[in-house]
C-alpha cells in the first residue's frame, strides 16, 4: 500500500505496481449509457479541469461517453448532493473535493447529505499546494520570522483567503492552530480580488492556491516563504515547506478525487478504479496535470478512503478550534 507522505512526494507516483497502466481492452464493466461526472463548482476552475481530463481519458479507456456536468452551489455541497442521491450503477461520479470529501461537514450545520457514508471512493486524482504569500515589505525573511512577528504583535497582521470555508482558510487556521499564534483572517470573494491589495500592502500576506501568484512571486512583486504540501512543490522547489520551518508534519492541500454513490456495484467500482490507476500512471496525462500548477496524487480505492479519514480527523479539530460556521 503506498503511504501518503510517499503519494504525496513528487517524483514517487509510479512507486507501486497497483499503479502501473491497465489496458483498454481488461474485461469488466462497461457503461450502457453516458456516464455524467459532477463537478460541484462553475467551469474553468481546477476541479473541473481535473474533470475534463479524467472525461476524456476515461472515454477512452472504459469505452463510451463520460461528459462533465457543471452543479455549483454551497460549497460544492449541491453538486454532491446531486451524486448521493443518484442511481448507484456507475453511470453518475463526482468530482470530489476536499471541501465535499472532508471539510464541509463540518462547516455547514445542517448538511444535505454524509460524505462519509453517501459515497463509495473511487481514487484521488490531484492535489494543489497552497502558498503563504506575503507583500516584499513584510520584515520577514521566511516563515519562522513571519511567525514570530506574528507572535510580537498578537493580532495585527492579516492573512488573505478568496472567503470563508475555502482551502486557503483553512489552511491560515491550521497554520494558526499549529504556531499558536493570533493573526486575523480577511475573507476577500475569490483571489483575483486579493491580489491587488496584496501587492499594495492592503494585508500582510495571503495563504492561497499557488499557481496564481507565481508569476507576481517571480517577478519580485510579492514574496511566497512556505508552501503548505508535505514536500517541496514542484513549481517553486526552492522554497521550503511550512513542515520544515518549524511545523513538523505540517500538510494542507486542496485535493480532488472521484467517487461514486454508495451502493455501486463493485464490478463498477473496480473497473473505474483500475482505469483511473493506469490514467494517472500515464507519464502525458501527469503532464497535463501539471501544466494546471497540480500534482499527480493517485491514491486509489481505500487508500483514498484512509487518507480521507486523516483528512477529517485534522479538519474536525481545527475547524472546533477555530469555532468556524457556515451556512
Known amino acids: 500500500m503506498p503511504s501518503r507522505r510517499s503519494i504525496l512526494a513528487a517524483g514517487t507516483l509510479l512507486a507501486t505496481p497497483a499503479l502501473l497502466p491497465v489496458s483498454a481492452h481488461a474485461q469488466g464493466w462497461t457503461p450502457s449509457r453516458a456516464v455524467r461526472i459532477v463537478v460541484p463548482f462553475t467551469a474553468g476552475g481546477a476541479t473541473d479541469a481535473a474533470a475534463r481530463i479524467m472525461a476524456e481519458r476515461l472515454s477512452s479507456v472504459i469505452g463510451g461517453s463520460f461528459v462533465v456536468e457543471n452543479r455549483a452551489g454551497a460549497g460544492g455541497n449541491v453538486g454532491a448532493d446531486a451524486v448521493a442521491k443518484a442511481d448507484p450503477d456507475g453511470h453518475t461520479l463526482l468530482m470530489a473535493t476536499i471541501g465535499t470529501a472532508s471539510i464541509n461537514q463540518f462547516l455547514y450545520p445542517n448538511m444535505p447529505f454524509n460524505s462519509r457514508t453517501d459515497f463509495a471512493s473511487i481514487a484521488m486524482v490531484m492535489g494543489v499546494a497552497n502558498g503563504v504569500i506575503v507583500h516584499p515589505g513584510v520584515q520577514a525573511a521566511d516563515f519562522p520570522a513571519l511567525i514570530a512577528l506574528a507572535r510580537s504583535q498578537p493580532g495585527r497582521l492579516t492573512y488573505a483567503t478568496p472567503g470563508n470555508g475555502t482551502s486557503g482558510h483553512m489552511s491560515g487556521e491550521y497554520m494558526k492552530f499549529r504556531a499558536q499564534v493570533d493573526i486575523t483572517h480577511v475573507p476577500y470573494r475569490g483571489t483575483g480580488t486579493i491580489l491587488p491589495d496584496l501587492m499594495a500592502g492592503r494585508v500582510t500576506m495571503a495563504v492561497d492556491n499557488l499557481p496564481a501568484y507565481l508569476g507576481a512571486i517571480r517577478d519580485g512583486r510579492l514574496k511566497i516563504v512556505a508552501v503548505t504540501s508535505a514536500q517541496r512543490w514542484f513549481a517553486v522547489p526552492e522554497v521550503p515547506t511550512v ?39 500515464d507519464t502525458s496525462v501527469q503532464g497535463r496535470i501539471r501544466e494546471l500548477g497540480a500534482e499527480p496524487m493517485p491514491l486509489i480505492g481505500a487508500d483514498f478512503d484512509r487518507f480521507i479519514a486523516e483528512e477529517n480527523d485534522k479538519w474536525r479539530e481545527v475547524i472546533r478550534a477555530a469555532n468556524i460556521s457556515l451556512g
Open 243 to 281: 513542515a520544515e520551518s518549524g511545523i513538523p508534519g505540517f500538510q494542507a492541500i486542496p485535493w480532488f478525487g472521484l467517487q461514486a454513490p454508495a451502493r455501486t456495484p463493485a464490478p463498477a467500482l473496480n473497473r473505474l478504479r483500475e482505469a483511473v490507476a493506469g490514467i494517472l500512471a
